[in-house]
């Protein structure tokens, strides 16, 4: 995998951007719904360049985690800031458009549209934020070469193997050189060769710069791809501890 097509980095777009800023800062959040109180005064900062996972029991508040640092839910108290950018100071447009610019994410059930081809899902991300449609068909294919599924681009999401649906869905997410990338459950709905394909591309686009966030329940998941593990419980950070990264 090389360093050009994948991580696609630029001194204005990409990671190598913030090197000297936390790409996510997140202070005394707390979240509540109704009665239930998702998140209880939870802090977190995660480097440019860090692969970060949170692990935890179900309802513990890490999705909602996840959710809040996306910009897809807002916090009942608390500041949520990506990139440098406060992400409660934006309307419901503007962090549309953030989101879509800044963020890229993975989901565990891939969340392809189902009557566009490979090419056309990937594109898409691009083109929902005005790149023009032959820019963005040209940046898609060079993901999915990138990826090893360019000979995948014109079959439609129900032809792919889950495998390749994951791999579409990693394009999708890096189309706009995001400066932080999402990842929740990525290899959830995976049999264990296209979970390691996966783990193993996320380890590679981290090494190449990518500042990663993943939650999942999976140990194995966490211990390989990720540098820094955030354990949560009862809405709460309970622990933290540096990964070294197995084999």
């Given at each position: 995998?090389?360093?050009?097509?994948?991580?696609?980095?630029?001194?204005?777009?990409?990671?190598?951007?913030?090197?000297?800023?936390?790409?996510?800062?997140?202070?005394?959040?707390?979240k509540e719904y109704g009665d239930t109180v998702a998140l209880?005064?939870?802090?977190?900062?995660?480097?440019?360049?860090?692969?970060?996972?949170?692990?935890?029991?179900?309802?513990?508040?890490?999705?909602?985690?996840?959710?809040?640092?996306?910009?897809?839910?807002?916090?009942?108290?608390?500041?949520?800031?990506?990139?440098?950018?406060?992400?409660?100071?934006?309307?419901?447009?503007?962090?549309?458009?953030?989101?879509?610019?800044?963020?890229?994410?993975?989901?565990?059930?891939?969340?392809?549209?189902?009557?566009?081809?490979?090419?056309?899902?990937?594109?898409?991300?691009?083109?929902?934020?005005?790149?023009?449609?032959?820019?963005?068909?040209r940046r898609a294919l060079e993901l999915l070469d990138e990826?090893?599924?360019?000979?995948?681009?014109?079959?439609?999401?129900?032809?792919?193997?889950?495998?390749?649906?994951?791999?579409?869905?990693?394009?999708?997410?890096?189309?706009?050189?995001?400066?932080?990338?999402?990842?929740?459950?990525?290899?959830?709905?995976?049999?264990?060769?296209?979970?390691?394909?996966?783990?193993?591309?996320?380890?590679?686009?981290?090494?190449?710069?990518?500042?990663?966030?993943?939650?999942?329940?999976?140990?194995?998941?966490?211990?390989?791809?990720?540098?820094?593990?955030?354990?949560?419980?009862?809405?709460?950070i309970t622990g933290e501890r540096t990964l070294e990264r197995?084999?």
């Open positions: 995998m090389t360093t050009e097509g994948i991580s696609g980095t630029t001194a204005e777009h990409g990671p190598a951007a913030v090197h000297e800023q936390d790409v996510v800062r997140v202070s005394d959040l707390r209880n005064g939870v802090s977190l900062e995660i480097g440019a360049g860090e692969a970060v996972a949170v692990m935890g029991p179900s309802g513990c508040g890490k999705s909602t985690l996840l959710n809040m640092i996306a910009g897809l839910d807002r916090p009942s108290a608390g500041r949520v800031r990506v990139h440098g950018e406060d992400l409660g100071a934006m309307n419901e447009t503007g962090l549309a458009l953030f989101r879509r610019r800044r963020i890229g994410m993975i989901f565990q059930f891939f969340n392809l549209i189902d009557d566009l081809t490979t090419i056309d899902n990937v594109a898409l991300a691009a083109q929902l934020t005005g790149t023009p449609a032959r820019q963005a068909r990826l090893g599924i360019a000979d995948r681009r014109n079959v439609y999401p129900a032809a792919l193997s889950g495998g390749e649906r994951q791999r579409a869905a990693v394009a999708r997410a890096l189309m706009n050189r995001p400066a932080l990338l999402l990842a929740d459950e990525p290899t959830g709905a995976l049999d264990s060769h296209a979970g390691e394909q996966v783990m193993d591309l996320l380890i590679d686009l981290n090494e190449l710069g990518q500042t990663l966030l993943l939650v999942t329940h999976d140990q194995i998941l966490a211990t390989r791809c990720a540098s820094r593990l955030v354990v949560m419980a009862d809405g709460r197995s084999a």
